[in-house]
């Protein structure tokens, strides 16, 4: 800038003496602090004016970031021993770090800020680059992600991510699952140069987890208490068709030439896409019909079905079930009985007569 008098003009529009590289926003919680990371670079036709080997000061200001003719929008300055905002720069100034902290924010706090550099004889605002704060009484949810598809007997793991604003208190990630499993906890650093909080869960998934609520829970330390958000999700785990039956309607003995229905049932995801019918005929199964339904029309026969169901993962069977009859299972099973019995009694009389002849 080109001072005249007591103020600094720029000496043309939309030149930058100062580029600052910050985050565009920042969520942090009442009560706690707010790191801002901060780095800045001098234009080349600027850098001759600046020595980094000189004491330099930052200076940050709210909402206005004209130095000279709004004073009283700077919060804080490195400088002074007492500042509006309790704060420090963090960040080693001469190798262009302005990496800041401020301590025990309040709602009123929330607003943008723009950063400033003085140093003998370069003094520079960036008028291009701000930071919006945004100071909340409760956390943001964390954020829930699943790494790949979540498949019956394939491990998996699922991602908590919770932002850490301050970061020399980071909030506490917890799990809560429908079976056992294992995490894996670290702070980590986002392209923005904030940091989060990530927690990594690995377990293997089982059909009965399906559409199961899972929960990740960010407990973070304010002060004496703690603040906490969470983030609920409902399991989708893909499996094979499981408890597949075959029923059949009506399920009393039926007449010949009469109809019956017979229907498959499975619990798959994705659902079943095909239903296949078998007969049992001698010790092999034919296939006879598809489709979730089968109506026949009943044969002297009558004999054993069961059914399969089908997905994208593998397929269900059913037990069998057995076609009855009237008058022809218990008349089947008398007969049979009879026949046994007359074998029996000419066996008996056999060895009677061989009894006889060898006395």
């Known amino acids: 800038c080109i001072r005249v008098g007591s103020l600094c003009v720029l000496a043309c529009f939309g030149e ?43 200076v940050w200001m709210k909402e206005i970031p004209y130095f000279d003719l709004h004073p009283d929008s700077v919060i804080f300055n490195s400088s002074k021993m007492v500042n509006r905002y309790q704060g420090e720069i963090t960040g080693n100034m001469s190798q262009k770090n302005c990496t800041t902290v401020f301590f025990n924010v309040t709602t009123s706090y929330s607003d943008k800020y723009y950063f400033r550099i003085e140093s003998q004889p370069f003094r520079a ?3 291009d680059k ?34 850490a604003p301050c970061p020399e208190h980071p909030p506490e990630l917890t799990w809560t699952l429908p079976t056992q499993f294992t995490t894996e906890n670290q ?12 927690s990594t869960v690995s377990f293997t998934p089982s059909y009965l987890h399906h559409e199961k609520n899972i929960t990740c829970t960010a407990v973070y330390p304010v ?5 906490t958000a969470e983030h609920n999700m409902m399991l989708n785990v893909s499996f094979s068709p499981k408890d597949t039956s075959a029923s059949i309607s009506p399920a009393d003995p039926v007449s010949v030439g009469s109809c019956v229905n ?3 049932s499975s619990t798959a995801n994705p659902p079943v896409t095909t239903f296949t019918w ?13 489709g979730q339904s089968y109506t026949l029309n009943v044969t002297v026969d009558g004999g054993l079905y069961f059914c399969e169901g089908r997905n994208s993962h593998g397929c269900g069977k059913s037990k069998e079930v057995q076609l009855a009859i009237k008058g022809r299972s218990i008349g089947t099973f008398n007969m049979h009985n009879i026949k046994n019995i007359i074998d029996i009694d000419r066996y008996r009389r056999d060895i009677l007569v061989l009894l006889e002849q060898t006395r």
């Open 16 to 58: 930058r003496h100062l580029i600052t590289t910050m985050p565009d926003r920042l969520d942090v919680l009442t009560g706690s602090c707010v790191q801002i990371p901060c780095s800045f670079d001098i234009p080349d036709k600027h850098h001759y004016t600046f020595n980094s080997t000189i004491l330099t000061s930052g």
């Open 125 to 127: 605002t960036d008028l």
């Open 130 to 163: 701000s930071v919006y704060i945004d100071v909340r009484d409760l956390p943001s949810s964390p954020i829930l992600t699943v790494s790949g598809e979540v498949k019956e007997g394939t491990p998996v793991s699922l991602n908590c991510s919770a932002v």
């Open 187 to 198: 702070l980590q650093e986002n392209p923005d140069e904030t940091k989060s909080v990530l």
């Open 223 to 227: 002060g004496t208490s703690n603040k």
């Open 262 to 264: 017979l229907t498959c």
């Open 278 to 290: 078998f007969q049992i005929s001698g010790d092999k199964p034919i296939q006879v019909a598809s």
